[in-house]
């Protein structure tokens, strides 16, 4: 076997897909070992992208593996091909020398060294995932909303119909990533994630400004809400400083019960209370009895509105890869994906139809801000305010790490963001990087509006649109090599029987799967449209929001309510 991937030592960029599927599949057999993931080679002195602790590094590891343990996932199902060398030829009983992927690091120290870093940041456990996705994805400050401008009956369904969806895409992001991942060649993220996350931190720091323009009183303190949401724009600048992710990882957790206390405040306090009557004006809805209904009677583009703030509140899979890279054993990735979004529906569905409940059409977006009674309406917008500041620091490090690594550094000769210089130039893209999604907020400062558009143009895509589509070139890609000629690991060429120009490589890539080809192209094809729907939806609820009179317009001093 070839110390080093042919085409990492040939110094070719893009390595052909069954060198990818080749290397995944030892990546996985190593996985799957119980002595691997006991004694993985974690340096504790290197913190993790997430922040979590590292195992010490031990001496004269053994690899043991049960017949059992062996037997609870088959290995040879992250093959290649079925032709190619069987995984389960590795011995359970090899020591760590022996193992062929051990030997393709022992000859080239630098190849090692990158091997032992990327092995230093794979320490998370499915339960330590668990908590990140739902700090992730957990929002459910619009759900009040979201259910009134659809009624009980079509709001549960969506939230339910969609969670699902997010959970089969989040399970196709999951096969590909066991597919193609491996040490030698780590999938790090999602793609191009800059606009997504550049346009979340745009909706949190507009959702921030609303309230602290509630916090301040305007009988005693004059301040323009353009001003209101600049602070929390430069506060931003400021968090963003941190350039690692070391100290977000218990934040993410303090983050989660903050969320949880506010959804319960605002639940006991609207039980107790009225709507908050001047932000009702402020929408230019007339006081009147509350009235809620099984389906609203809205117009179309209103409830696509709707539909678009669940699609938002399931945002999250962009971050995914990223959590299971950082995984010592990614195929347990489902298992936090799961919980997760099981209790982010409930949580969801819970709070959305209890509020609707009891405020009916004077729902505000987010729902914390429409209590009535100001202490609590203060206090409960100042907690949000903490939790809403952790996650746009957390999007925003992200969004900022894509943004420099996939379009900064291949167009200029920018230094990697560990050495000096690139801490150095981290400090003013920073700056710009929020400078930029305050110019959006501001720009358009409608929060329920801001949510759905960015729900509609780029949640929607990356949880609904592009996986689907994705699966279905992998899926193609590794069914077609059934009739090719085992992959050769020492050349690293492929052996293809026939090519991608060739009619008969297409037929026997698509009809393999086909049913689950063609469910996901419809699949694609239904997000898309929605998407188009959705943009279309929340133009139209922007124009008649700034048609509205007294409605705040494009950096006004007027706070929306």
């Known amino acids: 076997m070839s110390e080093v991937p042919p085409s990492l030592r040939n110094g070719e960029k893009d390595p052909c897909f069954e060198e990818l599927t080749y290397y995944a599949g030892l990546q996985r057999t190593a996985e799957l070992n119980a002595e691997y993931h006991h004694h993985a080679f974690y340096d504790s002195k290197i913190v993790s992208f997430l922040g979590f602790k590292r195992k010490p590094v031990p001496e004269n590891v053994e690899i043991a593996q049960t017949v059992s343990e062996r037997q609870e996932v088959e290995p040879t199902k992250y093959s290649s091909n079925e032709k190619n060398t069987s995984l389960t030829d590795i011995s359970p009983h090899q020591s760590l020398s022996e193992n062929p992927l051990e030997e393709i690091l022992s000859a080239d120290n630098i190849e090692r060294d990158k091997i032992n870093a990327r092995r230093a940041l794979r320490s998370a456990t499915w339960v330590s995932v668990f908590y990140l996705i739902t700090t992730d994805i957990l929002g459910p400050s619009s759900a009040p909303y979201a259910i009134s401008r659809l009624g009980f009956g079509p709001g549960i369904a969506l939230y339910l119909v969609l969670g699902g969806v997010a959970v089969y895409t989040g399970f196709l992001l999951y096969y590909m990533f066991l597919g193609l991942d491996s ?35 305007p009988d005693t303190v004059k301040l323009c809400f353009s001003v209101v949401v600049l602070v929390w724009a430069l506060a931003g600048m400021i968090v963003g400083q941190i350039r690692t992710l070391k100290n977000f990882g218990w934040l993410a957790n303090f983050a989660i019960w903050l969320n949880l206390f506010v959804c319960f405040a605002t639940m006991g306090i609207v039980a107790h209370s009225s709507p908050n009557w001047s932000a009702a004006k402020q929408a230019g809805l007339e006081i009147g009895p509350i009235i809620t209904r099984a389906r609203e009677l809205y117009p179309f583009y209103t409830q696509l509105q709707g539909v678009m703030n669940i ?111 690139g801490k150095l130039l981290w400090i003013p893209i920073v700056i710009v990087y929020w400078g930029v999604a305050y110019i959006i907020a501001m720009a358009i400062p409608q929060f329920s509006s801001l949510t759905s558009l960015v729900g509609a143009i780029c949640i929607l895509q990356f949880s609904y649109t592009f996986p689907p589509i994705m699966y279905v070139g992998y899926i193609m890609q590794k069914d077609a090599l059934d009739a090719d000629h085992p992959y050769d690991a020492a050349t690293g060429k492929p052996n293809r029987v026939d090519s991608w120009r060739n009619w008969s490589r297409w037929t026997r890539a698509y009809s393999r799967h086909w049913m689950l080809n063609t469910f996901n192209i419809l699949l694609t094809l239904a997000a898309l449209a929605t998407a188009i729907l959705g943009i279309y939806a929340s133009i139209k609820s922007l124009i008649d929001a700034f048609a509205q009179n007294g409605a705040t317009t494009s950096f006004s001093c007027t706070p929306p309510v």
């Open 183 to 217: 040490l030698h060649f780590p999938v790090k993220s999602y793609g191009d994630l800059c606009l997504q996350l550049l346009c979340n931190v745009a909706v949190i720091i507009l959702g921030n400004g609303q309230g602290l323009s509630q916090i301040i009183n």
């Open 311 to 421: 699609v938002y509140a399931y945002g999250g899979a962009m971050l995914f890869c990223e959590f299971m890279a950082e995984m010592k054993r990614p195929m347990d990735f489902w298992k936090g994906m799961i919980l997760a979004q099981i209790v982010i529906s409930c949580i969801y569905m819970m709070f959305g139809t209890f509020v609707y409940a009891y405020q009916g059409q004077y729902v505000v977006n987010p729902a914390n801000q429409g209590v009535n009674p100001y202490g609590w309406q203060t206090a409960l917008n100042v907690i949000n305010l903490v939790s809403a500041l952790i996650a746009a620091g957390l999007y925003g490090n992200v969004g900022i790490k894509v943004l420099y690594e996939t379009i900064i550094r291949p167009l200029t000769s920018a230094p990697e963001l560990s050495t000096r210089m």
